[in-house]
Structure formats: C-alpha cells, structure tokens
C-alpha cells in the first residue's frame, strides 16, 4: 500500500523531470543552432512595417489600461458563469438549483454595480 502510494509520487517526478529536460534540450538547440547577430534594424522599434517616428519609448494613455481592466473583469466573470451554468442541472438534481441561481444572480449584480459606477464616473467616454 505505502510502495503503491509513493508509485503515484515517483510517476509524476519523472514527467517533472522529463518535462524539464525537454525544455532545457529545446533551449540549448536554440541558443545553438540560432544565428547571434545584434546591431542594425534589430534595435529599433518595430511599428507593424512603418518606419518607427518617435522613440522606443511612448507613454500611453490610462484610457486604454481603464478599457483593459473592464475587459478582463467581464472576461473572468465569463469564467466563472461558464462552468456555474454546465453544473446548474446538478444542484437542481440534489436541490440547491434555486440556491445556486440566486447566488448567481448576486453575483452578476455585484458586476452591474460596478459597470454603472465606472459608467456614472465617466470611465467609458472616449473623447
């Protein structure tokens, strides 16, 4: 029982292990097959084919990180019903279905508070 217990142990070791050396022999092919040649076009800014204008550096407004975080709070909200809604039929089944869609329904409420906050601030105007 113990030597069968520590079997499950010494399996996922080995992928670990084996996992490793892969990346490690990908790594190593890479730095030696690929060609090291820095200097020239390397160095400068790459603006999707455009001859770049300014310099590497560029602030960005904090329009855009605003727009980035409101998407990726809707996104794991979608993450997060996804799989609620795949298992709503279960706690029906043991009942707990209409527990589970009140819970739900706090939940998105919770995200429609603070859509309409960031609406009401002015967040999503573009201007």
């Known amino acids: 029982m113990l030597n069968q217990y520590y079997g499950d ?12 050396i892969l990346v490690g ?18 160095d400068i800014a790459y603006e ?24 990726l709070i809707f996104d794991v909200e979608a993450v997060f019903i996804f799989p609620w809604a795949a298992q709503l039929g279960y706690f029906d089944s043991i009942g707990r279905g209409v527990f589970a869609l009140v819970e739900m329904f706090i939940f998105i409420a919770i995200l429609l508070l603070g859509l309409l ?11």
């Open 25 to 42: 022999a990908a790594v190593g092919m890479s730095k030696m097959i690929a060609p090291h040649a820095p200097g020239g076009l390397k």
């Open 117 to 127: 906050f960031a609406i009401r601030k002015g967040v999503l105007k573009w201007e």
């Open 48 to 71: 999707s084919g455009i001859e770049p204008i300014a310099g590497g550096w560029n602030q960005s407004h904090i329009r855009y990180y605003i727009f980035a975080l409101l998407f």
């Open 9 to 20: 142990y010494f399996i996922v070791a080995v992928f670990i292990v084996m996992g490793a």
